[in-house]
C-alpha cells in the first residue's frame, strides 16, 4: 500500500487548495478514503472520509462548506479541496486508507500553511 | 479538547512494562473499537493495534490493546528505546459522525 500526498504549501487567509493523494498497491475502489490532518505540535484530526464508490462523504463541522473530498477510481486518486483557508488550517494533511471502518494505512503528508 | 483523553506523557526504562490509557464515552469508545496508533515525530502515523486487541502483521507481540467499557489501554512490555514515539488511540463516534483522535501520549524510554 502506497499513498502519496501532494498540493500542500503556502496560502493566503481565504486562499483556496487542492491536495491530491495518489493510492497505488491495493484495489482503491474497494476502500473508503480519509483525510487527517495534524497541527504543527499538536495532535491528528480527522477531517473527512469518502466512500469506496464516491456516493457519500462526511465532514468534521470546522469544515463543512468549505472543504470538499472527491475520488476517481480510474486514476485511484483522492482529493481535498480547500477554500476559505484561515490560520487555524495550518497542519500536515494526511491521507488515508480507510473510513467506514478501520483507517490503517496513511500517506507521508503534506504541509499546508495558512499565512499572510 | 479532545472527546478521548489520553495522559500526555508516559515514561519507562528498558525491559518495564508500560501502559497508555483512552478514556471516552458511550458514543466513541464505549460503543466502538478502539484502533491505536504510533507516530514517531516527523513521520507519518502507524497503525499499531486495531479492533481494541489485534495486532496488525508485523507488530510485536509485546504491543497489547484492551478495552472495557468507556476506556481502553495499550501495553508495550519489555520496552526498547525504538519505541519512543507519540501514541494515538482513536474510535468512531456515533453522535459526531466522525473520528475521533486521543490527544496523544509521549512515550519517553529513559
Known amino acids: 500500500v502506497q499513498l502519496v500526498e501532494s498540493g500542500g504549501g503556502l496560502v493566503q487567509p481565504g486562499g483556496s487548495l487542492t491536495l491530491s493523494c495518489a493510492a497505488s498497491g491495493f484495489t482503491f475502489s474497494d476502500f473508503y478514503m480519509s483525510w487527517i490532518r495534524q497541527a504543527p505540535g499538536k495532535g491528528l484530526e480527522w477531517i473527512s472520509y469518502?466512500?469506496?464508490?464516491?456516493?457519500?462523504?462526511i465532514y468534521i463541522d470546522s469544515v463543512k462548506g468549505r472543504f470538499s473530498i472527491s475520488r476517481d477510481n480510474v486514476r485511484n486518486i483522492v482529493s481535498l479541496h480547500m477554500s476559505s483557508l484561515g490560520v487555524e488550517d495550518t497542519a500536515t494533511y494526511y491521507c488515508?486508507?480507510?473510513?467506514?471502518?478501520?483507517?490503517?494505512?496513511w500517506g507521508q503528508g503534506t504541509l499546508v500553511t495558512v499565512s499572510s | 479538547q479532545s472527546v478521548v483523553t489520553q495522559p500526555p506523557s508516559a515514561s519507562g526504562t528498558p525491559g518495564q512494562r508500560v501502559t497508555i490509557s483512552c478514556s471516552g464515552s458511550?458514543?466513541?469508545?464505549?460503543?466502538?473499537?478502539v484502533n491505536w496508533y504510533h507516530q514517531v515525530p516527523g513521520t507519518a502515523p502507524k497503525l499499531l493495534i486495531y479492533?481494541?486487541?489485534q495486532r496488525p502483521s508485523g507488530v510485536p507481540g509485546r504491543f497489547s490493546g484492551s478495552k472495557s467499557g468507556t476506556s481502553a489501554s495499550l501495553a508495550i512490555s519489555g520496552l526498547q528505546s525504538e519505541d519512543e514515539a507519540d501514541y494515538y488511540c482513536a474510535a468512531w463516534d456515533d453522535s459526531l459522525t466522525a473520528w475521533v483522535f486521543g490527544g496523544g501520549t509521549k512515550l519517553t524510554v529513559l
Open positions: 469518502i466512500s469506496s464508490r464516491g456516493s457519500n462523504s
Open positions: 458511550g458514543s466513541n469508545v464505549g460503543s466502538n473499537t
Open positions: 488515508a486508507r480507510g473510513g467506514g471502518s478501520l483507517i490503517d494505512h
Open positions: 479492533n481494541n486487541s
